[in-house]
């Protein structure tokens, strides 16, 4: 999946934040657009959906930040709660995508995520086709449309900017392995 499709989906998790405790909206969002990126930058270092994707661990810890954020509900505890839920949902989304390849509609990996405690990968279930799918796109409007009504000011800006990037990457996805290889 699109990172833009991972920060929509983080910044779902925000969406209640922002109704519950107004105040919160900014942290909360911060949080889950930093933890919905956060994964894919092993795309720069490392083994990409091995390096910086930790579904499990992230999920965990993402949980016992929640129930911190509940009890002491401040900027900080929010944020931190948000950054690791989103980077959880993130890795383990991606397991709902496709391999971790350059071309994946040629469907020639089969490692779409590792799982660090049982050290090894998960195949791709190949619900979104491949990153940047039209499926793919519809996915980041439909997650992003909540935050996109919710937010205000440039926070709303920055969501509909990013269903604008995504739908931008989805028209030349197929393209962008030959610019790649020049």
Do not use: C, N
């Not at 661990?57 to 944020?79: D, H, K, L, N």
């Not at 690791?84 to 509609?105: I, V």
């Amino acid at each position: 999946m699109m990172v833009t499709t991972h920060v929509a989906a983080g910044l779902l998790l925000a969406v209640p934040v922002a109704a519950v405790a107004p105040h919160l909206t900014l942290p909360a969002a911060v949080g889950a657009m930093l933890g919905g990126v956060l994964p894919d930058l092993d795309l720069f270092v490392g083994v990409h959906r091995k390096t910086l994707h930790f579904p499990i661990y992230y999920s965990i810890f993402g949980v016992g930040a929640a129930a911190i954020a509940v009890v002491a509900p401040e900027p900080i505890t929010v944020g931190i709660a948000l950054f690791l839920l989103a980077a959880g949902l993130h890795s383990a989304s991606d397991w709902l995508g496709a391999g971790e390849e350059l071309r994946p509609w040629e469907r020639t990996s089969d490692q779409a995520v590792y799982l660090h405690p049982w050290r090894r990968w998960v195949r791709p279930r190949y619900l979104v086709r491949y990153d940047g799918a039209p499926e793919d796109l519809l996915l980041t409007v439909v997650l992003a449309a909540p935050a996109a009504l919710t937010f205000e000011g440039w926070l709303r800006s920055l969501v509909v900017g990013g269903i604008l990037l995504a739908a931008a990457y989805t028209l030349v996805r197929k393209r962008v392995p030959d610019w790649i290889d020049l």
